[in-house]
């Protein structure tokens, strides 16, 4: 709950805030994605 | 408080005042959210209740971070959500409100 | 990514979208018609009834659906239906033939919101089309998709798609429906055969090859971000590294579903079968109920057994493949696709007696007459 990032913030430059909570995990980090963006044409099952 | 210094760009958006864009329909999901953009086609989950919360509160605020602030999250995560707030900025999912 | 398809296995309380097939009534007999379409069903949705189903996908927030058939403007009501949807906030794709779309009924779609049209093609010229579609079957999508480019269709509404099922013999002509539809603006999506309908009968002819089924792959790969497959290639994922843009999830009865012409709801349109079929939107409790409470959907919905594919190193990129191509052609659920890349498949087949395969319950398709092509139908 602590290292919430989008995929952008592993490439973000300014991401200072996340990078110390990131350092203070230690090895283990796990990165919860707030957002997601799917294909709706990418779901098996209608045509 | 400790107010982060923050780079222009999220200073930037922090005050901005967005809303859902008028195309866009957002439904309820037990893990956050769907938002369907029915003019771009796009579809985006919100995957955490609070950011479910800070999208639904932007328009009844004058800025992103009123929004935050009211929604209770915490300085430290503004970055995070300030990048999926541009995010979907950016996929015309947010608009900026008109006057 | 892996906690949100995970999230959508277990399905979700509404639809995003789903296909619902108007009719059965149609003007072509495809060889591999996957609702075995030709004849109307004298059970068929009424207007009202139709309208009532759109009423319950509103309240449920279904964004989109997708109407097919058969061919669906055949249905007097057609328009009178896409209208009342878009009107209730439902955007609409629907699938033809386009043998109904003239200039005056492109200008009308033009002008329509929400809307999007795909029109099928299965070759790149009349030849290879024909062969699969039907005599002057080519001409008419053509002069369809002429119709939508004069009415101004594509500046209005963005892209309209082209979509073709990937057969042995138009394998060689994906690069032609590219540019075809970048010809005319439109967005190009390719399929997945599957053995369904009458597809049964000609998918041991017209599946790909192996070989055929690595290039789909590369060629996917190479043109992943324009081409639209509606993830229906997750099995080639096996193939490589790379991964297919797109889910590797199999949506049906999860996120998505279908509504046949006779208010029946299957997991999907390419198992239109008593084993998969949910409920009937006529019964108590309408489509709501089918979708939150039917069996069949909350077995679906439950983590999936790997069985025999649980020692594959590949199960992760393929997920066990098409329950559709599975179950028609006679395999087991639990084990791999007729086209898994590492041949399991293949060997399985082996296996199975020819006369072992599920057929159709119901069988839409006009009477035999001769076909004038190499394959026939049983």
């Known amino acids: 709950m602590d290292n919430e990032s989008t995929l952008a913030a592993q490439h973000d430059p300014t991401a200072t805030a996340d990078i110390t909570d990131t350092t203070d995990q230690g090895a283990e980090i796990v990165d919860e994605l707030l957002i997601e963006e799917i294909s709706i044409d990418g779901m098996c099952g209608v045509y | 408080m400790g107010v982060a210094v923050q780079p222009d760009a999220e200073r930037a958006l922090a005050d901005r005042a967005l809303a859902l864009h008028p195309r866009v329909a957002l439904r309820p999901e037990p893990f956050g959210a769907l938002l369907y953009h029915y003019g771009t086609r796009r579809l985006v989950f919100l995957k955490h209740p609070d950011v479910v919360r800070v999208v639904e509160a932007l328009r009844d605020h004058a800025t992103v971070g009123d929004a935050l602030e009211a929604c209770g999250i915490a300085s430290r995560r503004h970055g995070s959500f300030h990048r999926a707030l541009q995010s979907l900025l950016d996929s015309e999912m947010l608009h900026d409100r008109a006057g | 990514m892996t906690a949100l398809v995970e999230q959508l296995k277990g399905g979700l309380d509404a639809p995003i979208c789903l296909t619902w097939e108007l009719t059965y009534a149609c003007n072509l007999e495809c060889v591999h018609c996957l609702s075995s379409s030709g004849r109307r069903d004298p059970d068929e949705l009424t207007t009202a009834e139709a ?74 010229d009349a030849a290879t089309n024909d062969a699969v579609r039907g005599s002057g079957s080519y001409a008419t999508a053509r002069r369809a998709m002429d119709h939508l480019r004069d009415a101004g269709f594509v500046e209005r509404n963005g892209p309209f798609k082209i979509s073709v099922v990937v057969t042995r013999h138009n394998v060689d002509q994906l690069d032609e429906f590219k540019a075809l539809a970048d010809s005319y603006g439109a967005q190009l999506r390719v399929t997945r055969l599957r053995p369904s309908g009458r597809g049964a009968d000609s998918w041991h002819a017209l599946h790909p090859t192996n070989a055929q089924q690595r290039l789909i792959y590369e060629w996917l790969l190479a043109h992943g971000d324009d081409v639209l497959t509606g993830d229906s290639f997750f099995h080639l994922n096996a193939l490589g590294d790379e991964h297919l843009p797109g889910l590797n999830l199999c949506g049906a009865g999860r996120v998505v579903c279908l509504i046949d012409p006779v208010g029946d709801v299957y997991a999907c349109p390419f198992v239109i079968h008593d084993e998969f079929r949910a409920g009937n939107v006529r019964d108590v409790g309408g489509f709501a109920r089918v979708w939150k409470q039917s069996g069949l959907f909350r077995e679906l919905r439950e983590p999936q057994s790997t069985g025999a594919c649980a020692s594959c190193g590949s199960y992760d990129a393929c997920q066990g493949g098409c329950m559709a191509a599975k179950f028609f052609t006679g395999l087991p659920l639990d084990g791999p696709d007729p086209e898994c890349v590492g041949g399991e498949g293949e060997l399985a087949l082996s296996g199975v007696a020819v006369d072992a395969t599920p057929r159709p319950m119901a069988d839409h398709s006009k009477p035999l007459r001769p076909v004038p092509v190499a394959l026939g139908r049983r």
């Open chain 3, 51 to 124: 309208k009532r189903v759109l009423d319950e996908l509103h309240d449920l927030q279904v964004f989109y659906i997708n109407i097919g058939g058969g061919e669906p403007m055949i249905r007097r009501d057609f328009f009178e239906l896409v209208e009342y949807s878009i009107g209730r906030g439902i955007g609409v794709k629907f699938s033809t033939n386009g043998a109904f779309i003239d200039a005056g009924k492109a200008r009308r779609l033009a002008a329509m919101d929400y809307l999007d049209i795909q029109i099928s093609v299965d070759g790149a």
